[in-house]
């Protein structure tokens, strides 16, 4: 017994010291200042994992505006000065971005590579995305959008049912739900040979979406699908229901999809589900931030009076210029990109609701040894590390936003109420104090439509609706640190909120 435990000893003992010996990377001379964690493959995972923003602030202090992190397995150099970001946005040629995206893309919705080098496909989706959801095809969405709103707000009216006609609901579910229905029929249409059965089939999709989406960041971080039974069979659910056999059945589907169904690709080897697992995956990326960033914006909103007072005057202004009548039972309110474009005070609200709840991490993958040149030196980064971005740490720097953690709705207005875009570190203008939407080519495709989008949705609410906080002096709910990472955090528990039709 005891010799099986000293050989054990001895086993255990011959790896740490072969882990110290070649398992450690030690840092080079130019490389930035290096942290291995304590645990091998696992580096500084834990630590990052458990607050990033505090994790990070700390390490900036300890080693300066550049450092190294090993993080399951990898190594990320983490550049935290505002004004390097350009720099590293400049830095294109160095940097493999897809590499990172198709591999997660493929990993999480289990389709085969969509990346064109590894021969599945031709298309560039990339181009595919800035085609369809920009320029003039972007008019044809928000129109869609607009009209779908309608079409999932109008059965809200329960004055009949309620007699007092409140009805009290949990915030974020009351935005997810109205958010995703209408999302869902603007890129892939309704089926209008069983209106009736709609509800029910987007009701089940967004169940599945739900239980697929809270696995996701297990799934980012490289665990198999396979390990949740449920979420998987959800994600194969959310697919068969993109399989073009019956995408073919529905109307108005958005060019963002057809292109890709009628894509001439006469060299793919993608098969009806990997497609259909491409569509998935296009519903994640247009949903999973919109809908806690929705909430954010409404929450926001209706717990501040002066933006509630606000907001109202702009959207009544707007109805007004514009002959836009507010019923629900005539003509649907339409509004152009044009004239959803001239809202300054939502505008603001959205980007202050966005920048306190956004959490995302830019990634860029080196394709090969070179030397980063920022503004504070020189540093080397060897092939295959990653380059990372955390913009939540400017988006909380009291240098650039005082009182931070703070809502204010006009924290983008200037004086004469326009747009503001001056935002200083250290005296000194700052190119880059907003990025919710990623930077450089890893900017997302859908960021205007996702604004215009969240804006006709308060639109309509402050419109239509007049709503109250169950509790008015109600806490902001913290977010959820778990999706650290993925874009825009959803709140750890719901808010209770009640609204009634303004216009019966
Ligand atoms: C508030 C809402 C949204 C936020 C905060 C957001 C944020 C982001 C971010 C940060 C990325 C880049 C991820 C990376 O670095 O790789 C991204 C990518 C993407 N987003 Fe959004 N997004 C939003 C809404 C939307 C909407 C509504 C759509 C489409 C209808 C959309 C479509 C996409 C697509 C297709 C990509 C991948 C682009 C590519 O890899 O070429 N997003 N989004």
């Not at 390490?59 to 993080?71: A, E, S, V």
């Not at 003039?136 to 309620?162: F, H």
Request: net charge positive.
């Amino acid at each position: 017994m005891l010799t099986i435990s000293l050989i054990w000893g001895i086993v255990v003992a011959v790896c740490f010291c072969l882990w110290l010996i070649i398992g450690i990377r030690r840092r080079c001379i130019g490389e930035p200042p290096l942290d291995n964690g304590l645990i091998p493959y696992v580096g500084c995972a834990l630590q990052f994992g458990a607050n990033p923003l505090e994790f990070l602030r700390t390490n900036k202090r300890k080693y300066g505006h550049i450092f190294t992190c090993k993080l399951m397995g990898k190594y990320v150099h983490f550049v935290t000065n505002p004004f390097s970001y350009n720099t590293v946005i400049r830095h294109g040629k160095y940097f493999d971005w897809k590499k990172f995206n198709f591999a997660v893309s493929a990993k999480a919705f289990g389709h085969r590579s969509i990346d064109p080098s590894d021969g599945n496909t031709t298309e560039n989706v990339h181009e595919t995305f800035i085609k369809t959801l920009q320029g003039d095809a972007l008019n044809s969405l928000t129109e869609a959008m607009m009209e779908n709103l309608q079409y999932v707000m109008r059965p809200l009216d329960l004055s009949k049912t309620n007699p007092d006609g409140w009805v009290t609901e949990g915030m974020y579910s009351f935005c997810y739900r109205v958010m995703f229905e209408a999302g869902y029929l603007t890129l892939f249409g309704k089926d209008l040979t069983r209106q009736e059965a709609q509800r029910t089939f987007i009701l089940n999709n967004l169940n599945n979406f739900k239980q697929f989406d809270k696995i996701f960041p297990a799934l980012v971080a490289g665990i198999p699908i396979h390990m949740f039974k449920n979420a998987h069979i959800a994600r194969e659910k959310l697919a068969e229901a993109l399989k073009h056999e019956n995408l073919r059945k529905r109307n108005n589907i958005s060019e963002l999809v057809t292109t890709r169904m009628f894509l001439n690709d006469t060299l793919s080897t993608f098969d009806d589900m990997d497609k259909a697992k491409t569509h998935v995956a296009l519903l994640w990326a247009a949903q999973a931030n919109t809908l806690p960033a929705t909430f954010w914006c409404l929450f926001h909103t209706i717990r501040s009076p002066e933006a509630m007072k606000t907001a109202t005057e702009e959207v009544r202004k707007t109805l007004e210029n514009y002959g836009q009548k507010i019923s629900f039972e005539g003509k649907p309110i339409s509004l152009s990109q044009m004239q959803l474009h001239d809202m300054p005070v939502l505008d603001s609200i959205i980007k202050e609701a966005l920048r306190l709840s956004s959490a995302s991490l830019n990634i860029r993958v080196a394709k090969e040894d070179f030397t980063l040149h920022l503004e504070e030196g020189s540093y080397n980064i060897r092939k295959d590390d990653i380059v990372a971005l955390y913009p939540q740490m400017l988006h909380l720097d009291p240098e650039i936003y005082p009182d931070p953690l703070v809502f204010k709705y006009d924290r983008y207005l200037n004086e004469n109420g326009k747009p503001k875009t001056n935002f200083y570190c250290n005296g000194i203008k700052l190119k880059y104090y907003y990025m919710p939407f990623g930077s450089g080519l890893t900017l997302c495709p859908g960021r205007v439509f996702a604004v215009q989008e969240i804006k006709q949705f308060l639109i309509l609410m402050l419109s239509y609706f007049e709503m109250q906080l169950i509790d008015s002096q109600v806490k902001c709910p913290p977010l959820d640190q778990s999706r650290v990472g993925l874009g825009i955090l959803p709140p750890t528990y719901d808010i209770d909120f009640k609204y009634k039709l303004k216009h019966r």
